[in-house]
């Protein structure tokens, strides 16, 4: 048992030393040794910005000064977390069944509540629920897409919502912008992506109406706040590929943005080398109106391909995005550099700018920059954030 825990990744919050001690000789008594401290909520979250940081498991105590369990758990929601989480407190049943609850409503594994002091049989309780949440699909099968009216339960009872992932310029480190990314908080799936239900609102005309209004309209809403902060940096939106189809949707676009106040020019609207290639006429139309209109307009999941080259030197776009099957691991093949470095060279000379999706390491921020990518985001730089956690970060970076 020893060896199959030993690799586990552990993050300890807590703001007593002694009661992280403790929880440490535990853990180390069942052969876990990579566990880090947090003396509080607020560090926990320093800690979790950090792409670097990567835990299996969160072991968060309720009581604490400043940013107390509760919030804590809220902050991981934000933050998108993937590692199982505990809650450990001495208070009753009533406030750490509570804790657990939100946690679960919050779309966090939640793996249950351990009254302190942590012992190694709680612990192991603990880790046979964690294996059982993290069991994988029959066969190595992918889940199923959900089905029309799974996804309409979901929207009726909005379990949709945002995270913003940052967008940073290579050359200085400045922030580009943001990307605002849907996201499902399914009651037996988790948090879910885009990529995972998308599929299934396109093949229905009610919920890709449902779906689109929902992306414009809080995306919008998030715009005007953060241009009513005082940021200038665009908002990048991913619209559903066949609302890009309607050639009403400049027009769409254009009330929206004028009622909540967006000045146009914060808006860039990304459509996919794949929505393209399948009505290019309808999207170049499309396109074409939306710049004439102030927004920017994104070439994005760009993979290299002779179709999106050839579009790409016609195309009305302000921005060209590297797909991340592209992106991932072009410091070391020499095939994805030579692709890369034709479509960076194009999009200079068109003055668009080209940026990359998916940066996972250094090794490869280091080769896009050699080749002259203008913007990358990606979890090397952060993980999609949750807008309150998003705020945070920006102030500080």
């Known amino acids: 048992m020893t060896a199959t825990l030993s690799p586990l990744r552990v993050l ?49 105590d309720l009581q604490m000064p400043q940013l107390d369990g509760i919030e804590t758990i809220r902050a991981l929601s934000y933050l998108g977390v993937h590692g199982a989480v505990a809650v450990l407190s ?3 049943e009533q ?35 964690m294996r059982e949440l993290t069991c994988p699909e029959p066969n190595g099968l992918r889940p199923e897409p959900p089905t029309a009216r799974d996804v309409a339960r979901g929207l009726d009872l909005d379990e949709f919502t945002f995270f913003y992932q ?24 988790g948090l879910v992506t885009a990529e995972s ?32 902060g005082g940021r200038t940096e ?6 559903p590929g066949r609302s890009l189809e309607t050639l009403e949707f400049p027009e769409q676009l254009d009330a929206l943005a004028d009622q909540a106040g967006v000045p146009h020019e914060l808006l860039c609207v990304e459509m996919s080398e794949q929505e393209l290639a399948h009505d290019p006429m309808a999207m170049m139309d499309v396109a074409a109106r939306l710049r004439l209109k102030r927004f920017r307009v994104c070439l994005d999941q760009f993979g290299g391909s002779e179709f999106g080259l050839r579009h790409l030197q016609h ?15 072009c410091a070391t093949t020499p095939t994805k550099q030579a692709v890369l470095e ?31 990518c203008d913007v990358a985001q990606g979890n090397f730089v952060v993980r999609p954030l949750g807008e309150e956690m998003l705020g945070e970060w920006v102030r500080g970076w």
Do not use: Y
């Open 342 to 372: 034709a479509t960076i060279t194009l999009a200079r000379g068109r003055n668009v700018t080209a940026a990359a999706e998916g940066v996972r390491h250094r090794t490869d921020w280091d080769q896009l920059r050699t080749l002259g």
């Open 95 to 129: 406030v750490m069944a509570g804790a657990g609850f939100l946690a679960e409503a919050h779309g966090l594994r939640f793996i249950g509540t351990i009254e302190k002091p942590l012992t190694a049989q709680k612990l192991t309780d603990a880790l046979h629920r």
């Open 90 to 92: 001495v208070e009753d």
């Open 315 to 329: 195309a009305p776009v302000t921005e060209v995005k590297l797909a991340r099957a592209l992106v991932h691991g």
């Open 197 to 228: 239900f998308m599929s299934t609102v396109n093949d229905s005309d009610e919920l890709l109406a449902r779906v689109t209004t929902l992306v414009l309209e809080q995306t919008m809403a998030f715009a005007s706040r953060w241009h009513g």
């Open 166 to 189: 940052p967008q940073l310029r290579m050359a200085s480190g400045r922030l580009h912008g943001v990307e605002a990314l849907l996201r499902w908080r399914h009651p037996t799936r």
């Open 12 to 60: 300890v919050i807590d703001d007593f030393e002694e009661v992280r001690d403790h929880h440490r000789f535990v853990l180390r008594s069942m052969g876990i040794t990579d566990a880090t401290d947090a003396t509080d909520g607020h560090d926990a979250i320093r800690i979790l910005t950090d792409p670097a940081n990567q835990f299996d498991l969160i072991l968060c």
């Open 234 to 239: 665009q908002v990048a939106v991913n619209v």
